[in-house]
């Protein structure tokens, strides 16, 4: 599969994003496997992120590992690399029923309600997490 990671993210279009992307042992993808942070390894970690078309604010991006369950975090490109201090865009589950990774934009505000790409509903809670 394809564009597991999807974020609808207006006003980052233009910018550079990346995913980075964890198991629920909180081991990063380091770009061959999970394995555990290590700062001085930041560079491999981050996961290609490309907005369709030139203008439209929506970024996807694969998971290298869409069978293990755990999150997703998508940051904004400050500098030249990615980096630790980079500022994040939006974060999500990995939903391994559904073989999709629903990435909500930071700034969702509680209540509001999502449609994935599946076609199911779910509403934004107090922490900005998808609850269902």
Excluded: C, H
């Excluded at 597991?4 to 380091?30: K, M, V």
């Excluded at 560079?43 to 992120?49: E, G, N, Q």
């Amino acid at each position: 599969m394809a564009n597991e990671f999807q974020l609808s993210a207006p006003a980052y279009s233009g910018e550079t994003l990346y995913a980075l992307r964890r198991n629920l042992a909180a081991q990063i993808w380091d770009g061959a496997a999970f394995a555990n942070y290590v700062t001085a390894n930041y560079a491999t970690y981050p996961i290609t992120m490309t907005e369709q078309g030139t203008g439209s604010g929506y970024f996807v991006g694969t998971d290298p590992a869409p069978t293990v369950p755990g999150t997703v975090v998508v940051k904004v490109q400050a500098g030249e690399a990615p980096a630790e201090t980079d500022a994040d865009a939006g974060d999500g589950d990995v939903d391994t029923t559904l073989v999709r990774a629903a990435v909500y934009d930071t700034a969702a505000r509680t209540g509001s309600v999502i449609t994935l790409s599946n076609g199911a509903t779910q509403t934004i809670g107090d922490a900005g997490r998808a609850t269902t």
